[in-house]
């Protein structure tokens, strides 16, 4: 009886998390000039004209890049943290661990305008570059909390029998460890990648007309515009996150037997 009720309430919470979604589709293929539902009829005008629009192509390019570099880099930082902290007993646990994660602690709001006082000082332009570095921090926390995760899990004569079988610790570390842990790298790195890519507060504060992001130009169109072409925009977005995240599971998808 549990269990029935489980599957009635798991339904019932899908229909909620769908239905919105569903009115979005059917609000951006409406052919009229501004938003409304019910729609007056269905037309893909929307979405050939939101492939046309330059500023959104832009954006949509500059936050795949913002994303994609965003969460390599994480990664490269988050996985030697993950080995330090998995093997550096309660000190580095208790010190570092806490380091890498500290930027949970800070609204993104803040941490936006903080960023934007700091490049400031440094006298550095906003760019993608700065964009990226902002990104990264935000990143890195994900990352290494999914892999150190997994990492804990791992028996730790999986490595010493590579050791002992001549391995060099980086041999060791792409033969043994890294295809352990791919499952929760991958799932990190994808998590990384959609906080990415559809954060507002922290790149409202460090975009430009030249390194805009597709959620702040999303910001921006509905303020100035009350067209269907934003529904469109907000499908593309989610078919995009939800394509990467059947691909990052499936590519992380890992065999133990």
């Known amino acids: 009886?549990?269990?029935?009720?489980?599957?009635?309430?798991?339904?019932?919470?899908?229909?909620?998390?769908?239905?919105?979604?569903?009115?979005?589709?059917?609000?951006?293929?409406?052919?009229?000039?501004?938003?409304?539902?019910?729609?007056?009829?269905?037309?893909?005008?929307?979405?050939?004209?939101?492939?046309?629009n330059q500023t959104i192509l832009l954006a949509l390019k500059n936050s795949l890049i913002v994303g994609v570099?965003?969460?390599?880099?994480?990664?490269?930082?988050?996985?030697?943290?993950?080995?330090?902290?998995?093997?550096?007993?309660?000190?580095?646990?208790?010190?570092?661990?806490?380091?890498?994660?500290?930027?949970f602690t800070i609204p993104w709001l803040v941490y936006g305008l903080a960023l934007l006082f700091f490049w400031g000082a440094a006298g550095l332009d906003l760019s993608l570059t700065t964009l990226i570095v902002g990104h990264t921090v935000i990143a890195i926390p994900y990352i290494l909390r999914v892999t150190l995760a997994v990492l804990r899990g791992m028996p730790p004569?999986?490595?010493?029998?590579?050791?002992?079988?001549?391995?060099?610790?980086?041999?060791?570390?792409?033969s043994v460890t890294l295809p352990y842990i791919r499952s929760g790298l991958v799932?990190?790195?994808?998590?990384?990648?959609?906080?990415?890519?559809?954060?507002?507060?922290?790149?409202?504060?460090?975009?430009?007309?030249?390194?805009?992001?597709?959620?702040?130009?999303?910001?921006?169109?509905?303020?100035n515009n009350f067209e269907p072409m934003v529904a469109a925009i907000s499908v593309v977005q989610v078919a995009m996150i939800g394509i990467i995240l059947l691909t990052a599971r499936k590519v992380g998808r890992v065999e133990r037997s």
């Open 187 to 223: 799932a990190g790195v994808s998590f990384a990648f959609v906080v990415s890519f559809t954060n507002i507060p922290v790149s409202l504060f460090i975009t430009t007309a030249d390194n805009i992001t597709l959620p702040i130009a999303i910001f921006n169109y509905m303020v």
């Open 157 to 174: 004569n999986l490595v010493r029998a590579a050791r002992i079988c001549g391995a060099s610790p980086l041999q060791a570390f792409f």
């Open 69 to 103: 570099t965003s969460s390599l880099i994480g990664a490269l930082v988050a996985v030697p943290a993950a080995l330090v902290i998995a093997r550096g007993g309660r000190f580095l646990e208790g010190v570092v661990y806490p380091f890498f994660l500290s930027s």
């Open 1 to 52: 009886m549990s269990l029935r009720y489980l599957s009635i309430y798991s339904a019932v919470l899908g229909i909620v998390f769908v239905f919105p979604l569903l009115i979005v589709v059917a609000v951006s293929l409406d052919p009229g000039d501004y938003i409304r539902f019910p729609v007056s009829g269905y037309s893909p005008r929307w979405y050939i004209e939101m492939w046309s």
